[in-house]
């Protein structure tokens, strides 16, 4: 059974920074990349970044490029996002999510999400 379970979400001030961890169980690393994904209520769910499984970042947006940053632990089967200098915009439930073979939009395996606040 595979298990995605992300954590490390909370409320900060804006200009400030936080990890979030994606730890997943049951799934075969060097065949899933896992990604970062957002919502935010009544909008559409956008990609944040996403590790292939070269280790190149794959960013869904722009304006993310220099903020935020993902790494991998393949000894802890866990994939972290970096964000830093946030703002009120990054506000949002942050998802990580598994996909087979290569970063994309069609995901199959989700974790129920992190909350991410930010104060101005």
């Known amino acids: 059974q595979v298990e995605i379970t992300e954590s490390g979400g909370g409320l900060v001030q804006a200009g400030g920074s936080l990890r979030l961890s994606c730890t997943s169980s049951g799934l075969n690393l060097d065949d899933y990349v896992l990604g970062w994904f957002r919502q935010v209520p009544g909008k559409d769910r956008e990609g944040v970044l996403c590790?292939?499984?070269?280790?190149?970042?794959?960013s869904y947006r722009d304006d993310m490029k220099g903020r935020f940053t993902i790494s991998r632990d393949n000894a802890k089967s866990t994939v972290y996002l970096q964000m830093n200098n946030l703002t009120t915009e990054d506000s949002a439930m942050y998802y990580c999510?598994?996909?087979?073979?290569?970063?994309?939009?069609?995901?199959?395996?989700w974790g129920h999400g992190t909350q991410v606040t930010v104060a101005s």
């Open positions: 590790l292939s499984l070269s280790g190149v970042t794959v």
């Open positions: 999510a598994a996909r087979f073979r290569a970063c994309g939009y069609d995901q199959k395996y």
